[in-house]
């Protein structure tokens, strides 16, 4: 199957050199020699499935810590090559790694990278028309819903949950729902933030320290002998298990489940709205 | 003057020390009556991981402190369980690097860094589990498939032999194990593809003696057990350094899963001998019996777990902790299965066969979609070393609490890539994963303590006469408990995960214990 593959593309070199194309850097930099090929796309779902779906889920439909990538525009840029080079060099300051970089095997060749390209633009869907109304969305957020509170977006809110500002961009907008509708059902797995050696969940905890104080928050980290969270009030504690009155750790959230009665369906969309812009609506 | 004295003491030792340092056949046969030494991976010859100091024990080991730290400066998982021989320690490194370390000190005598290629294919990260060691040389396997001997004193290269070609998938990550004048060595490789095998290397030129195939060719028993042409890229390495009973010059080895790991289809048939225990004649590498613990594998569940030689009320015993969650006990003489209980959360086989071995359930089998199966691709344990304890009679082991959902796919086979047959995640279950460090009484497969770690951890353990147990964590500790009761004595933050099995020596009387954890190896002793 490789052999066929690199036959293919060294007829495709020919033909470019025989027609004086200037084209050298026809692969790397250049246009997906296999757009809209469903056999290679077929291919590409191999190299998915090897590669990259342990974060991003099968079928491309996001899974715990990697984005739906059914879903457009892409975050880090929306044309084949720059997918190319997403999935080839990683995206800096996320925990999605360079190709080849996992530890795990050497990594895919150019024409594999290609080939999952290919798969992911034959998975996409159109771009979810999303009715809601991303200013009063806004006002939502950092207001009467109380959002901020404990959630960050664009640089502004609270530090006790996950920072969304990429959150929408990054996931389903059933998983948005399920989260704002369910929270407990599924914790957040730090997914938007940076690269972390422990994966924060948001886990609930409450804790009674050795004087007595009640302490509620989320938590950071944790081993047999220590725990790490940051509570309500947004202060950081770091206690010997042993030191403390009592403790207990939680997957219930510390988030209410917002139900119809706390969000109507069309706050709802308006939410959404706001969430999906990605901070291109501002916190302002 | 006095300090000039002792200086001068100490030099004399280590110069003794280093003309010491010829380890023949016979020391490693009694490694065990020389428990100053670490002279192999798991200890000695058993398998068991115990050792007789007990100069640190449960009266003291709350006193224990680091004693030195040494840095590999190098990235990803740290494996290595190094060897020390009179007052020199030899380990390896990540990216195939060995050293050799002034064991009291941590002070470097030589370092060899392998040049390796670009396109080496390791599966699971770039690393090595250690050395052996006979006469002047230390023995180790590369990630390009070479099988090298290093001069214990310089480090320097006496033989490199190539064993099979990396480009397909090899890769050597495992301590290779001396058994008279050979050096044995498993192969790495069960994501590509490979045709596993064990080898024997004579120690004084590296030819090579022997070569048994984990996968027998047309015309041998079992290759009727694949489907088609499959054998030819079946899996089945051999990436655990295996064991050594002299009373039947019988070696013991474990393999992994067949090729492709998550797709049954287009191998039918039981496999043999993926997931296996091979009994093998160390002199011809011929196969006396086998018994193989998981058949016709879907879930990757490698029996590559040390296999444990122990020697109860005069039956002579093969204890395994399977990564498929089965706690078997065989008797080593013949390959006949004892018993085979649950030590973790096991979905994978609801029934057991006229043998009494579990059997896969049919509805286990990866689909499409996704299906969840426990234990999860990284199994209820992994290549992490347990222990056996004579004292207390107990098997120690390292459980990982942690269902996966498994889906499958066709996938053509391209040598040299990876070769799952699809892929598996981790499930969305509110339960969360977790570790338990659990000592088994192989009597009766019952579980007698435990303790629980908040993530799976990738530790083994190590037991010792002071009457206690060591092992690690996925957060950074090192943890002794004592041995009959499981309670924790005392703990070290290292920093970084433990990715290794402990080990303990002692020179000039006094006992450390040393640990690989991050990049670097830790040492701790008493004050």
Known sequence: MKVRTRFCISILALATWLCLVPAPEVLAQGKNPYAGDAKMARLGEFEFRANCAFCHGLGARGGGRGPDLTRTPKKHGDSDAEIFSTINNGVSGTAMPPNGATQQGVGMTEEEVWQVVTYIRSVEKKPSTITGDLKHGRELFYGQAGCATCHMFSGKGGRLGPDLTAAGTARSTDYLVESLRKPSKRLAQGISEAMKEFSAEYETVNVVSGDGTKYQGTLLNEDSFTIQFIDTREQLHSFDKASLKAWQKSRESIMPAYDEKMLPEKDLQDLLAFLVSGGAGGAK | MKIKMAAGISLALIFSSIAAAQVTTQRLLNAGQEPQNWMMYSGDYSGRRYSALQEINVENADKL?????????????????????????????????????????????????????????????????????????????????????????????????????????????LAPLVIKNLVLVGISGGEYGIRGFIDAYDANTGERKWRFYTIPGPGEPGNETWEGESWKIGGAPAWITGTYDVETNTTFWTTGNPSPSNRGEGRAGDNLYSNSLLALDPDTGKLKWYFQFTQHDEHDYDATQVPVMVDEDGKKLILQANRNGFFYVIDRSNGKLIRAESYAKVSWSKEKDSIGRPTPAKESSPTPEGNKVCPGAAGATNWMSPTYDPQTKLFYVTAREQCDVFSTAPQPYDAGHAYYGSAYFPNDDAAPFYGALRAIDPASGKIKWEWKHPSPTWSGVLSTAGRLVFTGDAEGNFIVLEAASGKVLWHFQCGASVYSSPMTYAVDGKQYVAVAAGTALFTFGLP
């Open chain 2, 65 to 173: 402190a680091p004693k030195w730290v040494y840095q590999t400066m190098a990235g990803g998982k740290f494996e290595t369980t190094p060897l020390v021989v009179d007052g020199i320690m030899y380990g390896t490194g990540q990216d195939d690097r060995a050293f050799a370390l002034d064991a009291r000190t941590g002070r470097p005598i030589w370092q060899y860094q392998r040049n390796l290629p670009g396109d080496i294919r390791p599966c699971c990260g770039r690393v090595n589990r250690g050395l052996a060691i006979l006469g002047g040389k230390v023995f180790m396997g590369t990630l390009d498939s070479h099988v090298i001997a290093l001069d214990a004193k310089t480090g320097n290269v006496v033989w490199d032999v190539a064993s099979v070609d990396y480009t397909k998938g090899y890769s050597y990550t």
